[in-house]
């Protein structure tokens, strides 16, 4: 059985940092490309980010490059998400998410996390 089980949300202040964790399991990790999404309240999902198998290659949104910096260390099937300079607009539930196609679409998402909540305070 697949898990992917997201930790490090929270509620901190706009220009504030986290750090999201996603700690996968049931799946040959290293053979899977990772991503992030995110949907806020009356919005619709969208990409944040996505990085490769190997780690090599790497995609953000416009909305967040520069800040945001997805990362994995597949000796601990574990992804990563650092996000800097926060913003209220950030505010989501963040999904980290498995996919055997390096993609920014969620159609392409074989497998899902439950999500953590991430929410930022003017």
């Known amino acids: 059985q697949v898990q992917l089980v997201e930790s490090g949300g929270g509620l901190v202040q706009a220009g504030d940092s986290l750090r999201l964790s996603c700690a996968a399991s049931g799946l040959p990790f290293s053979s899977y490309n990772m991503g992030w999404f995110r949907q806020a309240p009356g919005k619709e999902r969208e990409f944040v980010a996505t990085?490769?198998?190997?780690?090599?290659?790497?995609d953000y949104a416009d909305s967040v490059k520069g800040r945001f910096t997805i990362t994995r260390d597949n000796a601990k099937n574990t992804a990563y998400l650092q996000m800097n300079m926060l913003k209220p607009e950030d505010t989501a539930v963040y999904s980290c998410?498995?996919?055997?196609?390096?993609?920014?679409?969620?159609?392409?998402?074989?497998?899902w996390g439950q999500g953590t909540q991430v929410t930022v305070s003017s």
């Open positions: 990085i490769s198998w190997s780690g090599a290659r790497t």
């Open positions: 998410a498995a996919q055997r196609l390096l993609s920014n679409r969620a159609n392409d998402v074989n497998y």
